[in-house]
C-alpha cells in the first residue's frame, strides 16, 4: 500500500535534486529518505531517479508521477484546512437535556448567550428532571446534560462542576418552628414535611443526613417541582428542604446546622461520545460567565 509519506518525500528530493537536502528540509536521516523512496519505486514498480555522480534526476516514470504526487499534496492540504476551519465553526444541532429548576433560574443567560455569538447553532432542549437527563445522556440520546451531579463517580460519564446550589430547610411563617433559634434534626423529624421523591438526589441528601441521626422524615407528600415545594411550605402544610433560589418572602430559613447541606449543579457528557464544537463552546460559556463557578477538585 503506497505511504502518504513515501510521496511526501518523493516531491521533495525532485525538487532538491538531492536526497541530503531533502533529508534537512524533512527534518529525517539520508538514510530514511532513501528507504522512503525506494519502498514508493518497489510499490509503482518503477524507477523514479537516476543517480548520476552526486546528481538525482527524474526518470521518465518520475517526470509523470511529479505531478500527480503534486495534487494528492495539495489535496491533502487542502482536507488539513477545511478541518481547521471547521474547528472554528460553530453550527449544527445541540441536544441539551436538563431539569425545569436548573432551566429556569441558571441557564437563560447562557442560552441567550450562546444564541448571540452562534447564531449558526441550533438549540435542543429537553426539560425534565435531573434523573432522567441523567439516563439520557448515559443512553446517548442526549449529547449534554445540565443537572444536579450525583457526587459519585461514573465510569462512562465525564461531570463538570459549575454552581454550589445550597438547600434550605424552610417553613411557613406561622409554623411552630418559625421563631425557633435553632432546630436540631430530631426535633424537625416530628413534623411533615414536602420533598422530592426518592429516587432525586435531593432527597437522597436529605434522607442521609436523617439516617445519621436515628429518624426519618414524615413525608406529607412528595414532587419533583421545587417551586411547588415552596409554595406548599408556604401555605402551612410542613417543612421543605429547598434551593436558596426559589425562598420567597412566606418562608422562614430555619436555623439549622446539620442540614446545612448544598447541591452541586453541572455538567454531564459521555466518555465515548466526541463533544461538538457547540457543545464545547457551551460548556465553556457556562464555566466562564457563572458568578458561582465551582472548582472542580
Known amino acids: 500500500m503506497m505511504d502518504i509519506t513515501e510521496l511526501l518525500t518523493f516531491i521533495k528530493v525532485a525538487e532538491t535534486e538531492s536526497f541530503s537536502a531533502a533529508a534537512d528540509a524533512l527534518f529525517i536521516t539520508q538514510p530514511a529518505v532513501s528507504k522512503r523512496v525506494a519502498a514508493l519505486e518497489s510499490n509503482l514498480n518503477v524507477k523514479l531517479f537516476d543517480r548520476i555522480g552526486r546528481t538525482v534526476q527524474l526518470t521518465e516514470f518520475g517526470h509523470r508521477l511529479l505531478p500527480k504526487a503534486r495534487r494528492i499534496a495539495e489535496d491533502l492540504s487542502d482536507i ?8 472554528e465553526d460553530i453550527s449544527g444541532e445541540l441536544h441539551i437535556t436538563t431539569s425545569h429548576h436548573i432551566g429556569l433560574h441558571r441557564l437563560p443567560n447562557t442560552l441567550k448567550t450562546f444564541q448571540q455569538r452562534y447564531s449558526q447553532a441550533e438549540i435542543k432542549i429537553d426539560f425534565t428532571q435531573s434523573e432522567e437527563a441523567h439516563r ?20 462512562m460519564l465525564n461531570a463538570i462542576p459549575i454552581w454550589s446550589d445550597p438547600l434550605k430547610c424552610v417553613v411557613s411563617v406561622d409554623h411552630p418552628l418559625a421563631q425557633c433559634a435553632e432546630v436540631d434534626v430530631v426535633e424537625l423529624s416530628k413534623y411533615p414535611c414536602l420533598l422530592p421523591h426518592d429516587n432525586t438526589f435531593t432527597r437522597q441528601i436529605a434522607e442521609k443526613v436523617f439516617a445519621v441521626h436515628g429518624v426519618r422524615p414524615q413525608v406529607r407528600m412528595n414532587t419533583n417541582n421545587l417551586e411547588t415545594l415552596a409554595m406548599l411550605a408556604g401555605i402551612g402544610w410542613g417543612w421543605s428542604l429547598i434551593p436558596s433560589t426559589v425562598v420567597n418572602d412566606q418562608l ?13 449543579l453541572g455538567v454531564i457528557h459521555h466518555k465515548q461520545r466526541t463533544l461538538s464544537q457547540a457543545a464545547s463552546a457551551f460548556i465553556a460559556l457556562l464555566q466562564t460567565s457563572s458568578s458561582n463557578l465551582v472548582v472542580a477538585p
Open 80 to 87: 488539513k484546512r477545511s478541518m481547521s476551519l471547521q474547528t
Open 136 to 155: 439520557q445522556v448515559l443512553k446517548g440520546e442526549a449529547e449534554i446534560g445540565v443537572i444536579t451531579l450525583s457526587g459519585q463517580s461514573e465510569p
Open 252 to 264: 422562614v430559613e430555619l436555623n439549622m446546622p446539620a442540614l446545612n447541606v448544598e447541591r452541586i
